[in-house]
């Protein structure tokens, strides 16, 4: 055995792949046991392991030793500035070659046709890119954040390594999210000979952005791309050069066709910013929906607007698949004429990603009191994803109910929160006069401080519908259920990974808004966890589950979780304040209360910083039920965690109701 590691030792000195194919032959299987158990599998599949083992050490190995050696060699330099080129190569060159070969890699050791191979790919690969290459979520993350606080991509000489934004995750997703506009500009053909004339050019060399753009340029000049309008330093300049990012006006005149683009720099708080940009006007209509086609059609210079005509009938949608980085406002006619659109059976005729931008924006302008978008616009256009199910359209409205996820379960918003609910029940009829209460809350400006005050009007003015008296009743279609009723509350062997995320996101929210289905499957799938924990496994991703089902259990179920919790067989102390939190979920009054006291009485069972802790998690679900609060505070020093003083008690129940009656309860005490 000695003689046998010696003679390995020695060839894979010799021969360094030898070691890398042995150790991916032994991780890649590892690998896939690890996913099958944080997936729940009951028995492991050693076939599907060994699969692994063979691509893993047959295939992923020499390939990505090859690329890793190509690599060093283009940039030798062990810098920042080296390591960030080399992963963004990789993630358009190297990422998306290994991504085929391992659909097709894997289907062809299960013995599958050739044609079955390759319809895995087609079928397989463009999902799973897009989660991976995350264009839409950086784009709208990026959009958030830049909005003054953040330095230009471009290092200035005034900078200093002091200022911490200098190195901000979202400088560096930006800078990514520009050359990707650049990449859409010229043609992906160009783009790349650019990138391999100018890593060609400076491989054993320092450079600087010009140089790229110089390269690029270059390309581009020996193309057929149309250019004569601009130049991509001059474009870019305006880009890495400059902090934030344009709001780009689109008006219409509905009697001749004529279209007007306008630029302005986002700015808040009366600031006066006067950036302007080269900015690329990818534009489709209702008459040509060609999305596909990303190089300009005009160029938004600086120093002017531009007009063209069109039919005076058709919406305009700009920024094609989102290429560009900045966000497109439209007169309220053309907003009303997507929307419509988005609701009938060609919808798909818009590319996903415009079709996630056009919520995105509509929301931000809402958020930044547009006058000209009402909230009734907003709930029509999202109404449309009843037909939806592409998790990249879903993708803004997730980030909105988790954005406002606390304010909207305000009970004084319990008629926004009903509207919700009955849109993931499928069906609700609004009359005006429910419409005109859910505007009626001006009693909560007292409770509210400036902040939270500004987030919940926002909310109102998302649901106000009083300026629409003509309407005799609103119809809101329920994107939800729907959604759940096409991809299944269950997960299926040939889920892509975009499925998968949608399924757990819906389940999720649906869940939160106190979806029928949603508990009862939930409900079941913890029952049979606490049955048999080693068995029915619940994945990472669906750890929703654990309070999810215990919203409606009964206390013998809630006894099997405080049984399990109090096991202390947890592996991490995540996972324990998972259990612990888990517990304050049941909304049956009486296990609450049942809870109080045992956390209370029984020290034995809980220290004080569990006392603590499940204290908080029961206040922050529960303060708002009358019958916890009274006990509550009928029983406040009894119930006391030693470690929170009077003052910390009395601010973490505050913090959590928000009716006169409850705070008045409070001053009692």
Known sequence: MRIIFVKFREISQKYPIVRGMASYSIIWPIGNFLQQKITGKEEFNYMEAVRFSLYGGLYVAPTLYCWLKCASRFWPKADLKSAITKALIEQVTYGPAAMCSFFFGMSLLELKPVSECIDEVKIKFWPTY?????????????????????????????????????????????????????HSTITAEVFQKGLIKYLATYQFKSTTPDDLWSTMQSALDESNVPHKDYKIKGVMDTWMNQDRYPIVNVKKNYETGEVTISQICFQRFNETVTNKWWIPVTFATQSNPNFSNTVPRHWLRPDQNISFTINSNDWIIVNLQQTGYYRVNYDIRNWYKISNYLHSGKYKNIHVFNRAQIINDAFFFIMEENKEISGYLFINIISYLSQETDYMAWYPLFRIITRFKKTLLLPGLENIKYLLVSIINNHYQFDIVELTVISQFSHFKTVFNNVLFHFYTSILRIFSFSFLPQINCISIKVPLELLLQKIGYEENPHDDDLTIVTRVDVLKFACIFGHVNCKTMAAIKLSKYLENPRIYKIPQWQKFVYCSGLMTANKATWDKMLKLYLKKTYKTEKYQKKLLKSLSCAENPDIIINYLNITAFNTSLFHDKEHSLAFMYIIENHARNDLILDYVLNNFEIIKPKSLTTNVMITLILSNIYSDEQIDKVNFI
């Open 130 to 182: 897009k989660v991976n290459f995350l264009i839409m979520g950086f784009n709208q993350y990026c959009l958030l954040q830049d909005i003054g606080s953040l330095n230009s991509v471009t290092l200035k000489l005034n900078n200093t390594l002091e200022d911490y934004s200098l190195f901000s995750t979202e400088v560096y997703v930006k800078a990514p999210i520009l050359l990707r506009m650049l």
